[in-house]
């Protein structure tokens, strides 16, 4: 994986210039319970709301040009709340996949669920391996919906990986046994909900990630509010251990070698 995957300059479905679109998006999904209470709803109205919003979010960056976009749906440490909300994300789960998955990949979106299967009953494993199959041949976007995910769990799963095989660890053969290995370090994380924290969420592969926090709950994320984060995130310099003054020369030699191997 390449930390500084190219970035490209497009503009918003209305023609506003937008700036820089990362290459690589990645979302924590946050403010969903909150969303609901504040409603006096049920927490899982708020879930139902945020694969709404989800739906919302693919569509725009597919409008955007946006090549791979990662959600943290589910996280490792999801399993100690209680048992009814845990039940309910896993049947909304299923019911999105069944739903969603023809209209996806109708729409061109490739769709990976990085996490552990370890811990998932065999239907919820086999409509996930189904979904994966069904749209691989998809080249328009990447969306990669981690799902019993952590980011240390991630790295330490690759590592079981190399040791196993007898390979030697090194940050470029670690990379290449991570679970999101298929697509570049995300260039920006935008988290919802108002905290400030990853969470747990691509430790790895976050090393020169840029991020944005929006006290928006995530089921009223919407278009307006990615494209804050896009026109945040286009303002950034992102010098990845150099200096401003090196950067065009950088930035020239990654065209020169990118063409090179086109």
């Known amino acids: 994986m390449d930390a500084s995957a190219a970035s490209m300059s497009v503009v918003d479905p209305n023609g506003h210039a937008l700036g820089r679109i990362p290459a690589h998006v990645a979302i924590v999904m946050d403010g969903n319970g909150r969303w609901a209470r504040k409603r006096w709803l049920p927490r899982v109205a708020g879930h139902k709301q945020g694969v709404e919003s989800l739906r919302r979010i693919v569509r725009a960056g597919l409008e955007r040009g946006i090549p791979v976009l990662s959600v943290f749906a589910f996280s490792s440490e999801n399993w100690s709340r209680p048992a009814d ?59 990669n919906v981690c799902f019993n995910y952590g980011g240390r769990w991630d790295v330490v799963q690759a590592a079981r990986q190399l040791a196993a095989s007898g390979a030697e660890i090194t940050e470029a053969s670690l990379s290449k046994a991570m679970a999101l290995s298929h697509v570049p370090d995300p260039d920006l994380l935008i988290r919802t909900g108002g905290e400030m924290r990853v969470s747990n969420f691509l430790l790895w592969q976050s090393a020169y990630t840029e991020f944005v926090f929006t006290d928006t709950l995530w089921p009223d994320f919407d278009a307006v509010e990615l494209d804050r984060a896009l026109a945040e995130f286009a303002r950034r310099e992102r010098r990845f251990g150099k200096t401003s003054e090196q950067l065009p020369q950088a930035q020239a030699s990654a065209v020169a070698d990118a063409r090179l191997h086109a």
């Open 85 to 143: 909300e845990v039940s309910s994300l896993l049947e909304l789960l299923s019911i999105a996949l069944q739903r969603e998955v023809p209209s996806l990949s109708d729409n061109g979106v490739q769709l990976h669920f990085p996490g552990d299967r370890s811990g998932l009953s065999s239907r919820v494993v086999q409509g996930l391996e189904a979904a994966e199959r069904s749209t691989a041949h998809n080249r328009r976007m990447v969306l």
